[in-house]
């Protein structure tokens, strides 16, 4: 299968450097990454570069970037965004928040869906679940990966063969700043009743064995968004894009395409 050449660069988004990696052609897909690794580009990154042209920011606060002051929660990294959407000069691209970057790309997409051509969210979290989600933060890392993956062993794709006393202290600066966003509670308890101004296409993706947050969930939010479509990928935990990566490329390519989006 023909290998995508990524790219590295830094963005000055008003004064605050992000790091981010581009690869590929086509229709902007912007992807908004879970909380950890947001360095990382992998199998999920370039079977979607196959198809658009990927633009994969870090968040504020992740994979070695200072956390600013004005990063208080969610909302701000949203509103981040839309200034980065404006600084690359991106026409209404399809954008794709997996976990806690389905949080903040459901809250871009009801303040300012006029930006968006069409909405992913992937295992998102963000909207108040039914039942309180599992406290990773007090947990071993083997039993949170449980939580995380159908296969727990698929998380060392995340990890470096030789954690060096860098990455341990870069894991916990993240840990850090998804304190921050999600300590007091994982959700915002005003954005379920938000959901109706989505006025974007919007897919939502889950997977089967996600025992963080379950699908019902999904379904409740593909419910409450109007006119959005639910897709269940089999074999996934919470983390689709690594346990799953084509399957989940593919899940995107066949929505963008009923939109005209895409290659």
Not at 14 to 25: E, N
Not at 33 to 53: D, I, Q, T
Not at 152 to 178: G, H, N, V, Y
């Amino acid at each position: 299968m023909t290998t995508v050449t990524h790219r590295e660069k830094t963005l000055d988004v008003r004064g605050y450097a992000v790091p981010m990696k581009t690869g590929g052609a086509g229709q902007p897909l912007l992807l908004l990454h879970g909380a950890g690794r947001g360095e990382f580009w992998g199998e999920a990154h370039e079977a979607l570069a196959r198809s658009f042209a990927v633009y994969a920011p870090v968040h504020p606060g992740f994979a070695g970037t200072p956390l600013p002051d004005w990063v208080q929660g969610v909302d701000d990294v949203a509103l981040h965004y839309v200034d980065l959407i404006r600084i690359l000069d991106m026409k209404r691209p399809l954008v794709v928040g997996i976990s806690i970057g389905g949080w903040i790309a459901t809250e871009l997409a009801v303040r300012r869906p006029d930006l968006l051509g069409a909405l992913v969210l992937v295992d998102a979290i963000g909207v108040r679940p039914e039942q309180p989600l599992p406290d990773l933060f007090i947990m071993e890392p083997v039993e949170a990966m449980s939580y995380l993956f159908a296969d727990p062993a698929k998380a060392l794709a995340l990890a470096p063969s030789a954690p060096d006393p860098d990455f341990i202290i870069r894991m916990w600066e993240e840990q850090a700043t998804a304190a921050r966003l999600m300590w007091k509670r994982p959700y915002d308890p005003k954005l379920r009743r938000r959901l109706h101004h989505i006025t974007v296409p919007t897919l939502v993706v889950w997977g089967e064995q996600d025992r963080l947050i379950p699908p019902s969930h999904g379904r409740m939010l593909a419910e409450e968004i109007p006119n959005a479509q639910f897709q269940i990928i089999q074999g996934a935990g919470h983390v689709v894009s690594v346990e799953e990566p084509e399957a989940l490329a593919s899940a995107i390519r066949d929505f963008a395409a009923t939109l005209s989006l895409g290659g």
